[in-house]
């Protein structure tokens, strides 16, 4: 049997009757998962349809970026989220997916990764998986149609490309064990869904386990505009997952995360 639909299958025993069981489709191969799974958003596929690839030929990642996607070494996946809240309120939905992928994680791996704001998950200071999330909207209309959130695990990557091995790191690495892709998808699966009741339902339960488990909040960072830059004191987040930082002349501001890119001083985190 083609290997995506193994494993498809091994996902699906582990999901049982959850509502979004109908919804998973595995491939060998994609280009991007977030690009095809935007085909079928367009063509009206309901919220919880899930694409998953084994690897990406043109993985994409934050600010025009590629995602490094090899076969067999990370856990891909899109996921198509309708939800009902206007389109300022979905800047919550990547740090929801953060803290939901950070719990997946944990259940499944038993280590708790942190988070670099607003989409990084980090862990032993390197970079451990991205989120990007897409969104089709109408600002004049003030509808959101529907948001695809694709997220990019590093599993069992052993060493990583020269430009890459300063920064990035696999759950491999760090745990010592090797992931079983199925387990921790359907636990993704599984949490996700928990995560889109949260959005519907205005529930904010999660910002504690955010705030908690970010590591930008009390560092110096480097907050960069287009060709403009500027150091700032990250001094906490707010209840729409703005960063709020601190100036040296004193002035406070709120950045969301669509319109700036925050770097550490000193390293990657
Ligand atoms: C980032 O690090 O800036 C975000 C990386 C997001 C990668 C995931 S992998 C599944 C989905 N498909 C893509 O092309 N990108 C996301």
Not at 141 to 157: C, D, P
Request: hydrophobic content about 40%; overall charge negative.
């Amino acid at each position: 049997m083609e290997q995506a639909l193994q494993i498809q299958h091994q996902i699906l025993a582990l999901l049982g009757d959850h509502p979004w069981a109908g919804l998973l489709h595995v491939t060998d191969t994609a280009d991007s998962t977030n690009t095809q799974l935007k085909l079928l958003a367009d063509a009206g596929a309901p919220e919880g349809t899930c694409l998953m690839a084994l690897e990406q030929t043109s993985g994409r990642g934050r600010q025009g970026r590629s995602f490094s996607s090899p076969k067999g070494h990370g856990l891909y996946l899109s996921l198509l989220l309708r939800p009902d809240c206007p389109p300022e309120q979905a800047g919550l939905i990547t740090p929801m997916v953060a803290v939901a992928t950070c719990d997946a994680i944990e259940q499944t791996s038993h280590v708790r990764p942190q988070v670099k704001w607003v989409n990084d998950l980090v862990l032993g200071g390197k970079k451990l998986a991205g989120i990007l999330a897409e969104m089709d909207g109408n600002w004049v209309s003030n509808t959101l149609n529907y948001v695809i959130v694709g997220i990019g695990i590093n599993l069992n990557q052993l060493d990583f490309p020269q430009e890459l091995s300063t920064i990035a790191t696999s759950l491999r690495l760090e745990t010592g064990e090797k992931t079983e892709l199925p387990q921790l998808a359907a636990q993704l699966i599984r949490s996700l869904h928990g995560m889109s009741l949260d959005i519907n339902s205005r529930n904010r339960a999660w910002l504690p386990r955010y705030r908690r488990d970010c590591v930008t909040l009390g560092r110096e960072v480097r907050i960069i505009r287009g060709p403009h830059s500027e150091t700032a004191f990250a001094q906490s987040i707010d209840e729409n997952g703005q960063l709020i930082v601190r100036y040296p002349d004193g002035r406070i501001e709120p950045v969301a995360s669509g319109e700036v890119s925050v770097r550490g001083l000193w390293g990657y985190t």
